[in-house]
């Protein structure tokens, strides 16, 4: 089993940075960064959904200031742990193209709840909450999706 090289601290001043192991090239990439904790957590939320939807594993490092200095901090469990796959594994029916339609709808409304989670600050989804997630792209129409993912970056102090 390959081991990945620890995370280096990040360059500079301190700021908030996520750092993500890219394994291919076996080094580490800065993937966000701002004087803020937010927008640097909201980022690791999307790159880690983008990543993982190509079907590749994620393993980021946080690193922020403490009194001057640099300190690594606890990463979102959701860019340390991969949720299932959740897939029906059917191919679709009849000409494909009203299927393709329908699943690029359901997949747009999956994205925008998913984006109004992490605006509110819960990173933390277990397969549980992504079935949920699923489960509403498929009653809801996108622009009562769009209404949810409102109320949740609300929630999450976005005005």
């Given at each position: 089993?390959?081991?990945?090289?620890?995370?280096?601290?990040?360059?500079?001043?301190?700021?908030?940075?996520?750092?993500?192991?890219?394994?291919?090239?076996?080094?580490?990439?800065?993937?966000?960064?701002?004087?803020?904790?937010?927008?640097?957590?909201?980022?690791?939320?999307?790159m880690t959904q983008t990543v993982?939807?190509?079907?590749?594993?994620?393993?980021?490092?946080?690193?922020?200031?403490?009194?001057?200095?640099?300190?690594?901090?606890?990463?979102?469990?959701?860019?340390?742990?991969?949720a299932p796959a959740a897939s029906?594994?059917?191919?679709?029916?009849?000409?494909?193209?009203?299927?393709?339609?329908?699943?690029?709808?359901?997949?747009?409304?999956?994205?925008?709840?998913?984006?109004?989670?992490?605006?509110?600050?819960?990173?933390?989804?277990?397969?549980?909450?992504?079935?949920?997630?699923?489960?509403?792209?498929?009653?809801?129409?996108?622009?009562?999706?769009?209404?949810?993912?409102?109320?949740?970056?609300?929630?999450?102090?976005?005005?």
């Amino acid at each position: 089993m390959h081991k990945r090289p620890p995370c280096p601290r990040p360059p500079g001043a301190p700021r908030w940075v996520a750092m993500f192991h890219r394994p291919a090239q076996d080094s580490w990439t800065v993937g966000a960064e701002s004087p803020d904790r937010d927008p640097v957590l909201y980022a690791v939320g999307d790159m880690t959904q983008t990543v993982r939807a190509r079907g590749e594993q994620v393993t980021v490092a946080l690193w922020g200031p403490e009194d001057g200095a640099w300190r690594r901090y606890d990463t979102p469990a959701a860019a340390k742990e991969p949720a299932p796959a959740a897939s029906t594994g059917r191919p679709a029916t009849g000409s494909g193209e009203p299927a393709k339609l329908a699943e690029r709808m359901t997949d747009r409304r999956h994205q925008v709840l998913m984006a109004g989670l992490s605006k509110a600050g819960l990173y933390d989804l277990s397969a549980e909450d992504d079935e949920a997630v699923r489960a509403m792209t498929e009653l809801l129409d996108e622009v009562t999706v769009r209404r949810v993912a409102h109320w949740l970056s609300l929630a999450g102090g976005e005005r």
